[in-house]
């Protein structure tokens, strides 16, 4: 199917589902649009009981989508740039110890203590899979979404300091989590191949470190070029040519692009850089244009998700190992950001119960999906695809339709 059909039909789709959400549901969009695709292709799945055309249609469909690319090579820095650029640098700045160590310590300790707890549990119920393919599952669902976070907190109603630590913690942690993640894969794909840690330490390096410094210089660049002028609709253009060309600057030079984007967006977005390189009315487009950008990226991305169901392959002991994922993945969430929070506590005055909300507000999305589809049939994909998905849509529909109670509930006591 060509690229501007793929594109019309998930637009339209969007839209519809969308109209569904805004107009009965009222549910956040992320969520919303999630649960209007499953129940569509549900209800496409039971009318293939009496005829399958559009099923089979919408299986060609999905099967055209190279999902892992769109999501990972072109959404993914357009969505982190639009949620780094409203993101409250100040706060972002106070809170930037347990911030770092949220997105690179409790990334690897929760990589590590999932990889090794399912290794344990996929054995234990009759199916084998070796500890590093493991290991690339923790990797993989250790990082929180920013796309799932940053819809949902919105309306959520976090107090401010809290919303800020799982923003900042989703923005980066996502860049660290797809490094981890590439670090392992190429150790899993070579079995046979000594890889030492300082290669390990080397690609861990340039990619995060080379993908901030980037972002870094892109957006010192770009903000220097609109400080030069006054004109809201080159100044738009140049924050869309910063994401693109800083994307595949990025891919050439082989550092993180994720990072490199929030950097950069972080920089932009920067209050005291806004007031000297923006008038009111260029920051009025540029926040509007971004805001439009991350809304019907957010509504493509979410239906896709929700149609990916179709082409899984849903065996018993899969669908079983998934649902006992669920619990073990939080429980190691909650163990990973144990360290962080014990330090930082007193020094920063966390909210009361900031382990428990961060564990429960830290959901899983797309990015995940996408890395799980990454993965070749030696690794298990099609198990931990199926594990993924199932993680993925509890912890979005389950979650985030609790996240705000809860969150209400537990600092509204103590606040």
């Not at 919408?58 to 650029?85: C, H, P």
């Not at 107090?159 to 981890?180: A, M, Q, R």
């Not at 950008?293 to 509504?299: G, H």
């Not at 190691?332 to 909300?357: E, G, H, M, Q």
Request: net charge negative.
């Amino acid at each position: 199917m060509e690229y501007y059909s793929i594109a019309t039909v998930l637009i339209v789709l969007s839209a519809l589902f969308g109209y569904i959400n805004v107009r009965f549901l009222k549910l956040p969009i992320t969520i919303g649009l999630m649960l209007i695709t499953i129940i569509f292709t549900l209800g496409v799945i039971v009318l293939a009981q009496f005829d399958d055309t559009l099923l089979m249609q919408e299986k060609a469909f999905i099967n055209s989508i190279d999902f892992e690319t769109v999501l990972l090579d072109i959404m993914l820095s357009f969505l982190l740039f639009a949620g780094a650029l409203h993101t409250n640098f100040e706060q972002l700045r106070v809170q930037r110890g347990p911030i770092l160590m949220f997105a690179t310590l409790g990334v690897l300790v929760s990589t590590f203590l999932v990889g090794t707890a399912m290794f344990y549990l996929i054995n234990g119920i009759g199916i084998e899979v070796s500890f590093i393919n493991c290991l690339l599952f923790g990797a993989l669902i250790s990082p929180t979404d920013p796309i799932a976070v940053l819809g949902i907190l919105k309306k959520a109603g976090a107090p401010k300091k809290l919303e800020t630590k799982i923003v900042g913690e989703s923005l980066f942690n996502d860049g660290v989590g797809v490094v981890v993640f590439l670090t392992i894969f190429a150790i899993a794909a070579k079995p046979d191949v000594p890889f030492e840690f300082s290669d390990i330490v080397t690609l861990f390096g340039q990619e995060v470190i080379g993908g901030i410094a980037l972002g870094l210089i892109l957006g010192w660049i770009t903000y220097r070029l609109m400080q030069s002028i006054d004109n809201y609709e080159v100044e738009v253009i140049l924050t869309i040519a910063l994401v693109m060309g800083g994307t595949m600057l990025s891919h050439k030079f082989h550092v993180s692009a994720p990072l490199a984007m929030v950097t950069a967006g972080l920089l932009v977005g920067n209050d005291k850089i806004r007031n000297s390189a923006m008038s009111e009315t260029v920051e009025m487009y540029v926040d509007k244009f971004w805001e439009m950008i991350d809304v019907l990226l957010n509504t493509i991305l979410f239906v896709m998700i929700g149609m990916e169901m179709l082409v899984l392959t849903l065996e018993a002991n899969y669908i079983y190992a998934g649902l006992l994922a669920i619990p073990i993945i939080l429980l190691c969430r909650y163990i990973s950001l144990w360290p962080p929070i014990t330090i930082f506590a007193k020094k920063l005055d966390f909210v009361p119960r900031t382990n428990v909300i961060m564990t429960w507000g830290g959901l899983r999305g797309g990015i995940s999906i996408a890395l799980a589809l990454s993965l070749t049939a030696d690794m298990q994909r099609e198990l931990f695809l199926v594990m993924t998905y199932i993680v993925v849509v509890a912890s979005i529909l389950g979650q985030g339709l609790t996240v705000e109670p809860i969150i209400e509930r537990l600092t509204k006591k103590k606040a």
